[in-house]
T-cell receptor, first 115, second 113 residues
Framework: NAGVIQTPRHKVTGKGQEATLWCEPI?????VFWYRQTIVQGLEFLTY????????DSGMPKERFSAQMPNQSHSTLKIQSTQPQDSAVYLC?????????????FGPGTRLTVL | GEQVEQLPSSLIVQEGASVLINCSYT??????FPWYKQEPGKRLQFIID?????ERKQTQRLTLLFDKKTKHLSLHITATQPGDSAIYFC????????????FGSGTKLTVEP
């Protein structure tokens, strides 16, 4: 079991370019989460899906950020017109079918660097 | 929104020592408090959790204490080993949306042999 898979592991973009980050949750997990980790802000919740439906995107920046889950096997986080302040490690996590408080399993993260 | 604070931000101990990591939160609506650790170069990993209807939870060398009145938690790690070296994160979630975790800034623990 490879756990949550995130690709790419590292991505470098120029200012103004688009970045798409991919996440493959653990098979059978119905909830998928995105977080952002920086030295300054720490770990911040961005958004999550349950059974592919968007449930809460309260942590997503209102502009340039979007997330989708087109099928149960992957989710994407897209950042348009990337800015240097978007540089961070983006973490994806998944959890078991909703039966209460459930442990979240994290992926290795994608380190995004915007030059 | 919920604010979670952790202290200390870092600590260094000798192998075998016990450590205490403190965590406080602001929103009385928070009901679930999972802790995660992140070893160097590795993924965030769940280690222990507690719900607001409990005061104490223990698993192996970890003891988690919860005080609802003061909105405070403390994680006690006994008989530390170099393998315990990691960043420890406290988090909180609310009953209305217990899947959304608000994380503290982390405590970096270094256990020296």
């Amino acid at each position: 079991n490879a756990g949550v898979i995130q690709t790419p592991r590292h991505k470098v973009t120029g200012k103004g370019q688009e970045a798409t980050l991919w996440c493959e949750p653990i098979s059978g997990h119905s909830a998928v989460f995105w977080y952002r980790q920086t030295i300054v802000q720490g770990l911040e919740f961005l958004t999550y899906f349950r059974n592919q439906a968007p449930i809460d995107d309260s942590g997503m920046p209102k502009e340039r950020f979007s997330a989708q889950m087109p099928n149960q096997s992957h989710s994407t986080l897209k950042i348009q017109s990337t800015q240097p302040q978007d540089s961070a490690v983006y973490l994806c996590a998944s959890s078991l079918p909703d039966r209460g408080y459930a442990e979240q399993f994290f992926g290795p993260g994608t380190r995004l660097t915007v030059l | 929104g919920e604010q979670v604070e952790q202290l200390p931000s870092s600590l260094i101990v000798q192998e075998g020592a016990s450590v205490l990591i403190n965590c406080s939160y602001t929103d009385s609506a928070s009901v679930y408090f999972p802790w995660y650790k992140q070893e160097p170069g590795k993924r965030l990993q769940f280690i222990i959790d507690i719900r607001s209807n409990m005061e104490r939870k223990q698993t192996q060398r970890l003891t988690l204490l919860f005080d609802k009145k003061t909105k405070h938690l403390s994680l006690h790690i006994t008989a530390t080993q170099p393998g315990d070296s990691a960043i420890y994160f406290c988090s909180a979630s609310m009953e209305t949306n217990y899947n959304v975790l608000y994380f503290g800034s982390g405590t970096k623990l270094t256990v020296e042999p």
